[in-house]
């Protein structure tokens, strides 16, 4: 099963468990950037950590500080392998932006719409440059 998604912003493929969060979360207070850990104790995937992970993101809640908090995490290694969006976030995006002018290597995010994200929930995800998203064989 494969599925093409729209590339908000190229990175690297990558590949991993899917962690598919049930609710929004704020990057900023929400995801220790030193470890890559949810640290939101009302986030009901609190505990749970992103780094090496398909991330799947229902929305985010904004801080401007958003962006800063995913550089953090794809400059210490806890970023997750990808990340996979049900809209798109500029400020948010921005972290890989930068961390791409900063030749750091970043995931790729893409666009999918949620209705697809619990067909992925615990299963190793593959999200190939090309944006194709898929369950490896």
Not at 17 to 25: D, F, R, S
Not at 39 to 56: K, S, T, W
Not at 79 to 92: M, Q, R, S, T, Y
Not at 108 to 130: P, T
């Amino acid at each position: 099963m494969s599925e093409r998604a729209e590339i908000l912003v190229p990175g690297s493929s990558g590949e991993g468990e899917a962690l598919v969060l049930t609710q929004p979360i704020s990057f900023w207070g929400g995801v220790d950037p030193k470890t890559g850990r949810i640290a939101d104790v009302r986030h009901p995937e609190h505990g749970q950590c992103i780094a090496g992970r398909v991330l799947f993101l229902p929305g985010t809640i904004g801080s401007s500080s958003a962006s800063a908090v995913l550089l953090e995490l794809v400059h210490n290694g806890h970023a997750p392998a990808a990340l996979v969006l049900h809209e798109p976030d500029a400020i948010l995006l921005l972290g890989l932006i930068v961390a791409r002018e900063m030749a750091w290597q970043g995931p790729i995010a893409i666009r999918l719409d949620r209705s697809a994200f619990e067909k992925f929930e615990g299963r190793n995800v593959q999200v190939a440059a090309n944006g194709t998203i898929s369950l490896p064989n």
